[in-house]
C-alpha cells in the first residue's frame, strides 16, 4: 500500500464475469487523489450458498457493496445482509435497466450473463484479438489491407497495448514500428481499407519508459541511442514528418490513457469509414 493514501473496502459481487463492477468502482475511485480501494470480487455468484460465504466476507471486512445480481432472491439477500450491519449497497444496473424499461415498454431479458452470448459478435472480437496478436509489432506486413487500423510509432508509444485494447473492441489491428533506417513496407503507402493512424508522445515521457525497460533487461546498460534524448527527438521528427507526407492522423499520447487514445482511435475510424473529414494531426 502507497503511504499518505487512505483505503477503504470495496465489495464488487456479480453473477457473471464482474468486468462491469470493476469499471464502475475503479472509474468512481479514480476521482479520489489520496483514496483507493481494496478491490474484493466475487464473480459467478449463482446460489445461495456462494451468495452466504460472501455476505461473510463482507461482514469480515466492512466496506461499499456494489453489485450486478440477476436473480431477485439473491440480491434481496444481499442486500438484507447489508442493512442489518449499515453497509452501503447499490445494483450498478438497476437505475438504468429502470430507464430502458420505462422508454421501451418491452419485456426485458433477465438471463444471467447476456452480455457475454456466444454470439457472432462474440467470434468477430476473438477473431480480431487473434488478428491483432499475430500482427503485433510489424508481423505479416503483408496482410496490412485485411486490417481495420494499422497504428504506426516509434518505440515504447503505446502500440500494442492500444491495439490489444482495440482488439477487445472487435477491430482487426495491426502496428508497425518506426525505426531509424529501417523503411516501413511499401504496402502501407497504398492501402485503402484501413485507417494509418500515428501515435507520439514528448521526448522524456518515451526515454523514461524506455530506460526502465533497458534497466530490467540489463541494469548496468545505460549508454544506447535508444534511450538517448537527442535521437529520441530525432525518432519523434520522423514520426511527425512521415505522417504528414503521407496525411495520416496523429494523435499525441503524452497524457493519455490507453483508453482514452483507443477512443481517440475510435473516433477517427468511424469518420474514415464513413468519408468524413478527419483532424489531421495532435488528436
Known sequence: MAPGKTYFHLHLI???????????????????????????????????????????????????????????????RLERACRAVSLPCVSVLEPVVDVFRRTLNLPINDRVGGQHALDAGYFARIDALDFSLTHDDGQLPADLETADIIIIGVSRSSKTPTSMYLAIKGLRVTNLPLVPGVPLPEALKTV????????????????????????????????????????????????????????????DVTRRSIEE???????????????????????
Open 192 to 251: 485503402k481499407r484501413p485507417l494509418v493512424v500515428g501515435l507520439v508522445a514528448s521526448a522524456e515521457r518515451i526515454q523514461h519508459i524506455r530506460q526502465n525497460r533497458v534497466l530490467s533487461f540489463n541494469p548496468t546498460d545505460h549508454a544506447t541511442d535508444y534511450v538517448d534524448r537527442a535521437a529520441i527527438v530525432q525518432e519523434i521528427a520522423m514520426s511527425r514528418r512521415i505522417c504528414l507526407e503521407n496525411s495520416w492522423p496523429m494523435i
Open 14 to 76: 456479480s453473477d457473471s464475469t464482474g468486468e462491469t463492477l470493476l469499471t464502475v468502482g475503479r472509474a468512481v475511485s479514480a476521482r479520489y487523489e489520496n483514496i483507493a480501494p481494496i478491490e474484493h470480487v466475487y464473480p459467478l455468484v449463482r446460489t445461495s450458498r456462494h451468495l452466504e460465504r460472501v455476505i461473510q466476507d463482507i461482514e469480515a471486512a466492512p466496506g461499499i457493496v456494489l453489485y450486478t445480481i440477476v436473480e431477485r432472491e439473491l440480491s434481496e
Open 261 to 283: 487514445t483507443a477512443a481517440a482511435i475510435l473516433a477517427l475510424y468511424s469518420q474514415h469509414r464513413y468519408g468524413k473529414d478527419r483532424q489531421l494531426f495532435d488528436v
